[in-house]
T-cell receptor, first 115, second 111 residues
Framework: DTGVSQDPRHKITKRGQNVTFRCDPISEHNRLYWYRQTLGQGPEFLTYFQNEAQLEKSRLLSDRFSAERPKGSFSTLEIQRTEQGDSAMYLC?????????????FGEGSWLTVV | RKEVEQDPGPFNVPEGATVAFNCTYSNSASQSFFWYRQDCRKEPKLLMSVYSSGNEDGRFTAQLNRASQYISLLIRDSKLSDSATYLCVVNSGGTASKLTFGTGTRLQVTL
């Protein structure tokens, strides 16, 4: 399978704990995006990378959230001191620079439940 | 006002029916437009891009009206397998694909 891969697919954590999600984009896609989707809403943009550079962050990305893409390949999204409001599906997506129509390709998502 | 607005539905239609979804967007500088399909608890998948001239892919037709900032999706001869949430998506992000999604319109096709 050469699609966008995310791990773990499901995570249940206690409030206050830290969690980390990993995303492996489609090979040779130099742009990588993180989105968050809560129940009944569409995905919301969090941040994106071009290669290893984080070029934009949404205001939704509070200081408890940090994303990295150290070698320009896989990326991690860490949430510190989780809150119940962080419960959501975290979606990773990728595309190549100048991709056709700027289409992005999503992974299957990582579901987070904070209890 | 949300940047992309859709009627959340649900739209309940019988198999074989024609159904239309509408969407409006607020940013007149938006450059690219899409419809994504999302099945329950799955990731969104691109259904089709939307062009000013209108475009068709089998039973699906998409239209864009830049003057009215309005996007539509028409599904003809609905199948049970069309049951899903349809997300209207706009790219206002310049060179990067910073997509803004509507809340989605849920479609349920019944026998």
């Amino acid at each position: 399978d050469t699609g966008v891969s995310q791990d773990p697919r499901h995570k249940i954590t206690k409030r206050g704990q830290n969690v980390t999600f990993r995303c492996d984009p489609i090979s040779e896609h130099n742009r990588l995006y993180w989105y968050r989707q809560t129940l009944g809403q569409g995905p919301e943009f969090l941040t994106y990378f071009q290669n290893e550079a984080q070029l934009e962050k949404s205001r939704l990305l509070s200081d408890r959230f940090s994303a990295e893409r150290p070698k320009g390949s896989f990326s991690t999204l860490e949430i510190q001191r989780t809150e119940q409001g962080d419960s959501a599906m975290y979606l990773c997506a990728s595309n190549p620079t100048g991709g056709r129509g700027n289409t992005i390709y999503f992974g299957e998502g990582s579901w987070l439940t904070v209890v | 006002r949300k940047e992309v607005e859709q009627d959340p539905g649900p739209f309940n239609v019988p198999e074989g029916a024609t159904v239309a979804f509408n969407c409006t967007y607020s940013n007149s500088a938006s450059q690219s437009f899409f419809w994504y399909r999302q099945d329950c608890r799955k990731e969104p998948k691109l259904l089709m891009s939307v062009y000013s001239s209108g475009n068709e892919d089998g039973r699906f037709t998409a239209q864009l009206n830049r003057a009215s900032q309005y996007i539509s999706l028409l599904i003809r001869d609905s199948k049970l397998s069309d049951s899903a949430t349809y997300l209207c998506v706009v790219n206002s992000g310049g060179t990067a694909s910073k997509l803004t999604f509507g809340t989605g319109t849920r479609l349920q096709v019944t026998l």
